[in-house]
C-alpha cells in the first residue's frame, strides 16, 4: 500500500531549461557540480513534462524554491530567483506546483543563509520570522554544512535553538538533515514543538543511521521528505525500499508536509 502514496516534495529548484542554466551558472554551483556531478548540469524540462514526471513517480505535490543564495566570497548573488520567476513556472498548475518565498500566494520561505555567514538566530532575521508569523507560512533554512565553498559554522542547528523560543509560533524547518551535525537537529526537533527537519540533498539509502533511526520512531512526526531535485521517483522509490514502517512512510513522505505547509 505504501507505494500508493502520493508524496509531497518540500524542496526542489526551479526546473525550467532556464531556470536550470541560471541555477548552475554561478562559480559557485559550477565548482560543486564538478566536485559533485561530475560536471553534468540538469538540463530542465517545460511545466507539463514536469507534472508528467510527477505523475509517473506518484507526487501529488511539489514546493519550488526561489532561491536566493549568497556567495560568501564574491559578495555577489550566487543563486538569485525571483517570486515572480518561479510564478511563470508554476501558474499554469496552482494544485500540483507550489511555490516557496512567502509573498504573493506562495507557501513558506526557503532561506540560504550560509552565503552571508549568517546563523539563524542573527538579529538580522528577526523581522523576516516576523512576517512569516503574519502570514501563517513556515520558514526553512538549509542547516549543516555547506557543499558550496562556503563558512558551515553558521549552519550549525543548535543555533535555531533561540529562535524557536523567541519565536514559538512560527515552523521552523531545518533542511538538508543538519549533517554532519545531524544529532543536533534532531535535538532541536525534538525539544521544540515548532522546528522540523527535512532529510533533502541526501539520497534516502545514504541518510545517517541517526536521522533514519529518529524518524522511524520519535520523530515520525517532525520529519519532511524532500528530493533536492535529484529526482522524484529515484528518491521517492529509494525511501520506500528503506525498512521503515508504513506509518512513517506515510507521514514523511506526506502527512507532515500537509501539516506543516498547512496544504
Request: with cysteine; proline share 6%; net charge neutral.
Given at each position: 500500500?505504501t507505494?500508493q502514496?502520493?508524496a509531497v516534495d518540500?524542496?526542489?529548484?526551479?526546473f525550467?531549461?532556464?531556470?536550470?542554466?541560471?541555477?548552475?551558472?554561478s562559480?559557485e554551483?559550477?565548482?560543486?557540480?564538478q566536485?559533485?556531478?561530475?560536471?553534468?548540469?540538469?538540463q530542465g524540462?517545460?511545466?507539463?513534462?514536469f507534472?508528467?514526471?510527477m505523475?509517473?513517480?506518484?507526487?501529488?505535490?511539489?514546493?519550488?524554491s526561489?532561491?536566493?543564495?549568497?556567495?560568501?566570497r564574491g559578495?555577489?548573488?550566487?543563486n538569485?530567483f525571483?517570486?515572480?520567476e518561479v510564478y511563470?513556472m508554476i501558474?499554469?498548475y496552482?494544485d500540483?506546483?507550489i511555490g516557496m518565498?512567502?509573498?504573493?500566494?506562495?507557501k513558506g520561505v526557503?532561506?540560504?543563509?550560509l552565503?552571508?555567514?549568517?546563523?539563524p538566530?542573527?538579529?538580522?532575521m528577526?523581522?523576516c520570522y516576523t512576517?512569516?508569523i503574519?502570514l501563517?507560512?513556515p520558514f526553512s533554512?538549509?542547516v549543516?554544512?555547506?557543499?558550496?565553498?562556503?563558512?558551515s559554522?553558521?549552519?550549525r542547528?543548535?543555533?535555531?535553538?533561540?529562535v524557536?523560543?523567541d519565536?514559538?509560533?512560527l515552523k521552523?524547518?531545518?533542511?538538508?538533515?543538519g549533517?554532519?551535525?545531524?544529532?543536533?537537529l534532531?535535538?532541536?526537533?525534538?525539544?521544540?514543538?515548532?522546528v522540523y527537519?527535512d532529510?533533502?540533498?541526501h539520497?534516502p539509502e545514504?541518510?545517517d543511521r541517526?536521522v533514519?533511526?529518529?524518524m522511524d520512531t520519535?520523530?515520525?512526526?517532525?520529519?519532511?521528505?524532500?528530493?533536492?531535485?535529484?529526482?522524484?521517483?529515484r528518491c521517492?522509490?529509494q525511501l520506500l525500499?528503506m525498512?521503515?514502517?508504513?506509518?512513517?512512510k506515510?507521514?514523511?513522505?506526506?502527512?507532515n508536509a500537509?501539516?506543516?505547509?498547512n496544504l
Amino acid at each position: 500500500m505504501t507505494d500508493q502514496i502520493m508524496a509531497v516534495d518540500v524542496m526542489n529548484y526551479p526546473f525550467t531549461p532556464e531556470g536550470m542554466t541560471k541555477f548552475w551558472s554561478s562559480p559557485e554551483m559550477s565548482e560543486m557540480s564538478q566536485r559533485v556531478l561530475g560536471g553534468h548540469k540538469p538540463q530542465g524540462v517545460a511545466p507539463a513534462q514536469f507534472v508528467a514526471q510527477m505523475d509517473e513517480a506518484g507526487f501529488e505535490k511539489v514546493l519550488i524554491s526561489a532561491v536566493n543564495m549568497g556567495s560568501y566570497r564574491g559578495k555577489w548573488m550566487a543563486n538569485n530567483f525571483s517570486n515572480r520567476e518561479v510564478y511563470e513556472m508554476i501558474k499554469d498548475y496552482p494544485d500540483r506546483l507550489i511555490g516557496m518565498a512567502g509573498y504573493d500566494g506562495f507557501k513558506g520561505v526557503y532561506a540560504h543563509l550560509l552565503g552571508w555567514d549568517i546563523r539563524p538566530d542573527d538579529r538580522r532575521m528577526y523581522p523576516c520570522y516576523t512576517k512569516c508569523i503574519e502570514l501563517n507560512i513556515p520558514f526553512s533554512m538549509q542547516v549543516g554544512h555547506s557543499l558550496e565553498l562556503m563558512p558551515s559554522e553558521a549552519g550549525r542547528p543548535i543555533y535555531i535553538d533561540k529562535v524557536a523560543l523567541d519565536f514559538p509560533e512560527l515552523k521552523f524547518i531545518g533542511s538538508h538533515t543538519g549533517w554532519p551535525w545531524c544529532e543536533e537537529l534532531i535535538a532541536m526537533a525534538s525539544k521544540h514543538r515548532n522546528v522540523y527537519m527535512d532529510i533533502s540533498a541526501h539520497l534516502p539509502e545514504y541518510l545517517d543511521r541517526s536521522v533514519v533511526q529518529f524518524m522511524d520512531t520519535r520523530g515520525r512526526n517532525k520529519v519532511l521528505f524532500g528530493t533536492n531535485a535529484f529526482g522524484l521517483e529515484r528518491c521517492k522509490q529509494q525511501l520506500l525500499g528503506m525498512p521503515l514502517k508504513d506509518e512513517t512512510k506515510q507521514k514523511v513522505l506526506r502527512d507532515n508536509a500537509v501539516k506543516v505547509f498547512n496544504l
